[in-house]
T-cell receptor, first 112, second 114 residues
Framework: KQEVTQIPAALSVPEGENLVLNCSFT??????LQWFRQDPGKGLTSLLLIQSSQREQTSGRLNASLDKSSGRSTLYIAASQPGDSATYLCAVSPYGNNRLAFGKGNQVVVIP | GAVVSQHPSRVICKSGTSVKIECRSLDFQATTMFWYRQFPKQSLMLMAT?????????EQGVEKDKFLINHASLTLSTLTVTSAHPEDSSFYIC??????????FGPGTRLLVL
């Protein structure tokens, strides 16, 4: 069974600092990995999707890397802003279906 | 962009009643939709995979008679929590498999059973 772990569970940073969020998964036989953002009491917004053949994806201030063999992904958020405060969820999809396995999330607070 | 809606956004009901939650893909067709449950400070747990025109596939430990899923069209899946109890109180989120091999998530439904 795929286990997804996210570290740290929670962090607070001053505005302007770079954020580094880590995700690890136990089964490297994945089809893709996604990072999502979730605001309190809300649904999920997809941030980045990395296919298993890719090493990284970038969108604006966000960059996600994937090391499939070691079962790790890192989400970098450059020059953090208070609006980045949210929970960031990592999810992996196995080959053959789309049943996502989620981590518990990294809860981020960016202090103005 | 691909949009998924859920209705209602919040529901409070008495113990023993049944509650229906709708999940709609607004601008794309989805042969497959997914239902998740999320408890506070916990990750999303997949409950079942909803397939248009066929029976849903439930995850281990999820009671199919308790959580009835119907996927009658390519844009609508419903989850009915039957004989709800306080322990069913949770945040229920659906997703639809859409364009670019991405799952698009609904805004979620907060269920509180008194």
């Amino acid at each position: 069974k795929q286990e997804v772990t996210q570290i740290p569970a929670a962090l607070s940073v001053p505005e302007g600092e770079n954020l580094v969020l880590n995700c690890s998964f136990t089964d490297s036989a994945i089809y893709n990995l996604q990072w999502f953002r979730q605001d309190p009491g809300k649904g999920l917004t997809s941030l980045l999707l990395i296919q298993s053949s890719q090493r990284e994806q970038t969108s604006g201030r966000l960059n996600a890397s994937l090391d499939k063999s070691s079962g790790r992904s890192t989400l970098y958020i450059a020059a953090s802003q208070p609006g980045d405060s949210a929970t960031y969820l990592c999810a992996v999809s196995p080959y053959g279906n789309n049943r996502l396995a989620f981590g518990k999330g990294n809860q981020v607070v960016v202090i103005p | 962009g691909a949009v998924v809606s859920q209705h209602p956004s919040r529901v409070i009901c008495k113990s023993g009643t049944s509650v229906k939650i709708e999940c709609r893909s607004l601008d794309f067709q989805a042969t497959t939709m997914f239902w998740y449950r999320q408890f506070p400070k916990q990750s999303l747990m997949l409950m079942a995979t909803s397939n248009e025109g066929s029976k849903a596939t439930y995850e281990q430990g999820v009671e199919k008679d308790k959580f009835l899923i119907n996927h009658a069209s390519l844009t609508l899946s419903t989850l009915t929590v039957t004989s709800a109890h306080p322990e069913d109180s949770s945040f229920y989120i659906c997703s639809a498999h859409g364009p670019q091999e991405t799952q698009y998530f609904g805004p979620g439904t907060r269920l509180l059973v008194l």
